[in-house]
């Protein structure tokens, strides 16, 4: 099945730095990814949805400033958590749409563990 | 507006049977999804319901009425390994997934 994959899984930074996140198709393309951020025990929120070649959009509420978002080729999405603070702390998980797929399936990433000190 | 509801924490014991309820009101339906979540992992997909009637897989069913826009998904044989959480998500109009909250399943011996 598809895969997608996240670097890193798990970062700690200092507060007022910057992190980037990677999010890979790794079997197939994807013109459209998702990112997501997840609290404890709450469920997944859409911050963002990134488009191949275009700029992304953000979702009501969401830094666009903050969260820089990259998608430069049809298998890689960035997104950068810029001048982190510990509020920013979460678990940010990606997914890509297989266009060629039969449902429209999602497929997820591992997630990144973010802990901004 | 668009919301999903499905109940926060259910329990039940290994080797039963559990039912776990998603009722929608979305804009659009091209679809509804059921994922398994564990703590501290990314969701892993389960289902997926477009047309009306129960979907067989395994262990796992997923039953769909577009008229109620009501969803339940089945776990029999019930394992310590289905503890996590179930997230009921639908896809609108706009091919966006709208999630609910999330129901925590507890497997008790």
């Known amino acids: 099945g598809a895969v997608v994959s996240q670097h890193p899984s798990r970062v700690i930074c200092k507060s007022g730095t910057s992190v980037k996140i990677e999010c890979r198709s790794l079997d197939f393309q994807a013109t459209t990814m998702f990112w997501y951020r997840q609290f404890p025990k709450q469920s997944l929120m859409l911050m963002a949805t990134s488009n191949e070649g275009s700029k992304a959009t953000y979702e009501q509420g969401v830094e666009k400033d903050k969260f820089l978002i990259n998608h430069a080729s049809l298998t890689l999405s960035t997104l950068t958590v810029t001048s982190a603070h510990p509020e920013d702390s979460s678990f940010y998980i990606c997914?890509?749409?297989?266009?060629?797929?039969?449902?429209?399936?999602?497929?997820f990433g591992p997630g990144t563990r973010l802990t901004v000190t | 507006g668009q919301n999903i509801d499905q109940p926060t924490e259910m329990t039940a014991t290994e080797g039963a049977i559990v039912q776990i309820n998603c009722t929608y009101q979305?804009?659009?339906?091209?679809?509804l999804f059921w994922y398994q979540q564990h703590a501290g992992e990314a969701p892993t997909f389960l289902s997926y319901n477009v047309l009306d009637g129960l979907e067989e897989k395994g262990r796992f069913s997923s039953f769909l009425s577009r008229s109620k826009g009501y969803s339940y998904l089945l776990l029999k044989e019930l394992q310590m390994k289905d503890s996590a959480s179930y997230l009921c998500a639908v896809m609108d109009s706009n091919y966006q997934l709208i999630w609910g909250a999330g129901t925590k399943l507890i497997i008790k011996p």
């Open positions: 979305t804009s659009g339906f091209n679809g």
């Open positions: 997914s890509a749409r297989d266009e060629q797929g039969a449902d429209y399936e999602q497929y």
